[in-house]
């Protein structure tokens, strides 16, 4: 649990952030979200004190952040930046090792610890012995992220991890992150400017503006009832509607009674799913099956649009 | 490739030699300077005056490296980052007094012989070298400190095991130019009675004899040729080190060390 307590940051005298408060669950992959300068990456920075607020306070599982020396805390917070920020003289395995080695490790549990978060974060063995400008954008993020995890923190922030990466690899290493928290549990604090990678992976969205929060929530929360224009604007205007159908499973609309149809869908599909699937089928209703395959009930096109709505 | 790998040790063995048997060369000046009754300067033997020269190289070098090491990256710190304009500019009178003009000043508080050209050169060698150390501190990618601060390196650490191996080639570049300048400005000392490999130079033109102005020469010259080939196979071996280790490089490099 990471608590902010109306927390506020001056830059020459002018408020750039908060006063903020905030609090990220144990186990939840939270996004901030916003335009440049709205104040996330300094919002993350605090967290494992590379910034420090110039009042209120921020705490850790209840223990204050400025309580602790920050390398010591810091050691304990994976960090992961845009560029990667590899060290360029190092191997990637030494890359992996940095925290383990700051923490003194043995050895011998170094090296088997490279070998599985090199394993959790997809990096082949024979990458292991090269320089990081020997690898591509994609590979360089993947040794970040190996390297932050490294020391098995339970809390990992990342700032635009993937900012700087081509679209197909952006997607792919979306997927290993939402994999990855979904294995581990970690908690995970990502900050990005992109509003579709943080409805892609949030389960906590914090939409960030002017150095304040406009609005957190599930993404179905915001996506369904975002409170200001500024938000709505944000979340992608009318496209929001379509968004919203992909947090929505078909139970939520699910006719009871059979009425039968040729084509089904199953109760924990989503919203998005049992349209596309109308559409290339030309039919307006479905029959809905459980995931053991029973018939519970249909699904009709007119209550995917009002769903749609909200 | 090839030219390197040839003439670096053809000039090695040309200074050896030098040094070691200039009275051999007696033949030689004679017959270019017929006049001259003394073709070969023989108050100090020429290995005598290379180690001696040397050793003023080596120590105000290395005293200046030091010392600029230090000041270098006191003013990247945090703390001392306020008086970076004053040192850089500081730096560079320095290098614009001429280092006779050094000795001069020093004479009266040092004396004659090695302390003030010692001086002279500790004086002379600084700017390059915390010009490098502060150029190459700066270098280090941000985001590359930022990584390192996130991650949870003290100052120090971060310092020896990030900053300054980044830094290094930067400052190697700075002890090189220092040190070949040195080899040359060491010559100066022999003026108020260093002994250096300036010494015939100095005795040749002060009694007009161009032998001993060509041998004093020669020998800084090949001198000063070798330690930068030197610090250049040292660069290399740096920039190996870090940047172009690729497994594809292998077989060139062990081709490349076998030519020699």
Redesign the interface.
Known sequence: MIEFDAVEKFYAGQRVLGPLSLSIPQGALCVLVGPSGCGKSTTLKMINALITPDAGSIRINAQPVASHPAEELRRGIGYVIQSGGLFPHWRVRDNIATVPRLLHWEKARVAARINEVAEIAAIHRALLDRFPHQLSGGQQQRVGVARALAADPDIILMDEPFGALDPVTRAALQKELARLHHNTGKTIVLVTHDMDEALALGTTIVVMRKGEIAQSGTPAEILAAPRSDFVRDFVGGADAAMKLLEFRKVREVLRGGAESCDHSIRTHDTLRSALTEMMTTGRSILTVQNESGAIVGSIHVEDIVGASKR | MMRVGLLTPLLALAFVALALFMPATAPFFHWLFPENPRPVFLRASFLELTLAHAELVLISAGAATAFALGVGIFVTRPAGREFLPIVGALAAVGQTFPPAAVLALAVPALGYGEAPTLLALFLYSILPILEGTIAGLHAV?A??R?????????SA?KLTR?EL??AAPYILAGVRTSTIIAIGTATIGSTIGALSLGSPIVEGLAAENTAYVLQGALVVALFAILVDRGFELLERRLAR???S??PASRPRRAAAAAAP
């Open positions: 990618p985001d590359v930022e990584a390192a601060d996130g991650l949870g390196f003290s650490t990030i191996p980044l080190q870090s940047r280790e690729l």
